[in-house]
Every structure is written in C-alpha cells, then in structure tokens.
C-alpha cells in the first residue's frame, strides 16, 4: 500500500510525472494514477492514490473486469471493461478516473512504485507488508454526484485535518 505523509509533501507532482510516464511513455497529469492536490489557501498538498479500501466498491463492476491482485492492487482487464464509469462513480475518493475511456487507478507499478522513486522527500512510500486496509465508507455518501477531482479534494482535507490541527495547536503556543 502506498501510504502519504502529506506534512512533508511540497506539491512538486513527481510523483504524477513518474506515474504517467511509466504507465503510457507520457508526461501529464491526466494519464497519473496518483493526484496531488493542491489546497494553497491552507498549505497542504496532498497525493490521492487508491487505499485498498475495505469495501473494495470497485468490484462492483457489471462487467467483472475488476479483480483484486496479489499485492491487494486493483487490476481491471482491458477487453472487459466497456468504460462504463461505474468504478470511477463508486470511488469515494476518487482514486479511479477514466481517461481516454480507459478507468486509472495506481496497481502499484508490480510492486515497485515509481512514483515512490520519484518522490525526494518521503512524502509517500510503498509499504508492502502493510495489510489494514482503509475504511472509506465515511467518505461514500458525501462522495455521491462529485467529480473524482472533488473527490480528492474532500478526502485530502479529511486525510490532513490531523496536520492542519498539529500546525495550528504549535502555533497557538
């Protein structure tokens, strides 16, 4: 699993870069399967990429192209996919979103992520022998009709709430 220390991220987007590149031979944010979100009015960056979540709303796909790998990643099969959107619909923090009709989400790079080489400063890491699993149901109902962009936004601030509240606490002292 990938996990993000967004106290220690400066939003540089290595890590999409690497990402795209390594997944299509292209630079661009579109074709990441890992999202920095910017939130400049408060100071924080923060990379969405999928949680493994525990209730795993992706398998849910009417057409099976959904299944979980050995390193808990999600893979979806390329010829059985229709592009339906229903996996980027039921992400709640919109770690699934289809590009040229084709749904990204992070499969870890085969266990060797390379936008965990790319970052510089620890702000995420792989950590494989990691097994809790998230629990994103709290994130499900707000998550109904929003963009994966607004997504990623509403769980980057719930995610950095704690690092906000440790800021805010020692600037009060």
Known sequence: MIV???AVCSGCSRCEVACSF???GKVGRAGARIKVVKMEEIGIDYPVVCQHCIERYC???PEN???IGALGQVIISPTLCTACGLCE????IGAIELF????YVCDLCGGDPRCVKACTLNA???EPETTQAVALKPFKRKSRNRS???KRVQFALAASEPIRETWLSKRRA
């Open 4 to 6: 993000v220390d967004a």
């Open 65 to 67: 192209a959904i299944e």
């Open 59 to 61: 398998l849910k796909c």
């Open 148 to 150: 994966p962009e607004e």
């Open 89 to 92: 619909a039921l992400c709640p």
């Open 22 to 24: 390594f997944h299509s």
């Open 100 to 103: 040229e009709e084709i749904p």
């Open 124 to 126: 995420i890491r792989y």
